[in-house]
């Protein structure tokens, strides 16, 4: 049978990045006999309105049974009044939650026609292409005891930063699996100097390196490591961190790159019986208020997000990289939605006719 997919636009540009999706979704099918089945569901702001909550059981269920869900956005001002429970990102923190996906992938790869948006020099982002694993269900935002207390005459703000040895190792696997399918180069940031859970990190990593001999290991502390970033990101290939140097880090190098309009995102949880990860996809922006329904939307994103599930969900690698390529040449000849032309006087194309480019491309590959 197909490989099976599940699609939840949301809300705001969601759907009309997902449409642009679809597209590529269909030329596989028809132009590479690559068929999906395919399902379409509500998350967030629509679910809400549709059932009173920002995501049905039903639509949960799915999302646990398919090979690989597809997610465009959730939220949107109309929404900001809603109760904590129904908010539209709770629909999406309980496919997260539920699916455990512990490991976040945040690519920051710069496709040479856009080295110039970047905020670095040219030389130092060009051919970028390196990969960020962040644990992402435990860690400091999550540990107990939290909470703001009284001590003495004075209140106390509380987290707790706390890791097990499972928690680690199965992040770091994730980590290592990823290296052995690219530069077989992984790098671990942590505070091992400062903070326990940093010394049990690196002991954890470097004990489950042991089963990956192939891959060269290092160690940074994460201060260090943003620096590195901002200095030279080439030296890296594949980097593991905890949960909040993960966020600053996968933020920080994302905005080496451009544009929110062009990153991708996976979270990926543990193997299921087909051997491949539970795997959620999905852009790193937003629902976009300020430019929804306009067509104005930058679909690359949400387009390599469906390339990212291509590669660890389908394995498809070659077909991921294929697609990747058409987005490159769409580039490279000069298609630009708004978000990419910054002070350039040049015309911008269209939602939908950045994704009918691409979808050329393909067929031109
Ligand atoms: P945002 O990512 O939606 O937008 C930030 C800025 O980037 C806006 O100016 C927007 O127009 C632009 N932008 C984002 N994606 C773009 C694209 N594909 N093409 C062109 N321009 C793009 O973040 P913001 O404004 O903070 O949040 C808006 C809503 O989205 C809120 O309700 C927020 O809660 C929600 N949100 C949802 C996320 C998700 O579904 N994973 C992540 C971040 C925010
Ligand atoms: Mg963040």
Not at 127 to 151: A, H, K, N, W
Not at 324 to 329: F, I, L, N, R, T
Request: hydrophobic share 40%; aromatic share 6%.
């Amino acid at each position: 049978s197909n490989p099976s997919l599940l699609i939840l636009p949301g809300d705001g540009i969601g759907p009309e990045v997902m449409a642009e999706v679809r597209k590529v979704i269909d030329w596989y099918g028809a132009k590479r006999d690559l068929a999906f089945d395919v399902s379409e569901d509500l998350v967030g702001g629509a679910a809400y309105d549709a059932h009173g909550t920002p995501l049905a059981d039903e639509t949960m269920a799915k999302a646990q049974e398919v090979d690989a869900v597809l997610l465009g956005a959730v939220g949107g001002p109309k929404y900001d009044v809603l109760d904590f429970s129904v908010k539209p990102e709770r629909g999406l923190l309980r496919l997260r939650k539920e699916m455990d996906l512990y490991a976040n992938l945040r690519p920051a790869q710069c496709f040479d026609a856009l080295a110039d948006f970047s905020s670095l020099k040219t030389d130092v982002v060009a051919g970028l292409d390196i990969m960020i694993v962040r644990e992402l269900t435990s860690g400091i935002y999550f540990g107990e005891p939290r909470g703001i207390i009284e001590e003495g005459n004075e209140r106390v703000g509380i987290n707790t930063q706390r890791y097990t040895e499972s928690e680690i190792d199965r992040v770091a696997r994730s980590a290592f699996e990823l290296a052995m399918r690219r530069d077989k180069k992984l790098c671990s940031m942590e505070k091992a100097n400062v903070m326990e859970s940093g010394v049990l990190w690196r002991e954890v990593v470097t004990e489950v390196a042991k089963d990956y001999p192939e891959v060269e290991l290092s160690h940074m502390y994460a201060d260090a490591g943003a620096m590195q970033l901002t200095r030279w990101p080439k030296q890296f290939d594949v980097i593991v961190t905890d949960n909040l140097f993960g966020d600053l880090l996968s933020d920080l190098a994302a905005m080496l790159t451009g544009s929110l309009g062009m990153l991708p995102s996976a979270s990926l949880g543990a193997p299921m019986s087909n051997g491949r990860p539970k795997a959620l996809y999905e852009p790193v922006h937003g629902s976009a208020p300020d430019i929804a329904g306009q067509g104005k939307a930058n679909p690359i994103a949400c387009i390599l997000s469906f390339a990212m599930a291509l590669r660890y969900s389908f394995d498809q690698g070659d077909e991921a990289t294929r697609l990747e390529q058409a987005v490159e040449k769409v580039l490279a000849d000069g298609l630009r939605t708004a978000d990419l032309l910054g002070e350039e006087g040049k015309a911008p194309v269209s939602t939908s006719e950045m994704g009918d480019a691409i979808v050329a491309a393909l067929d031109a590959s």
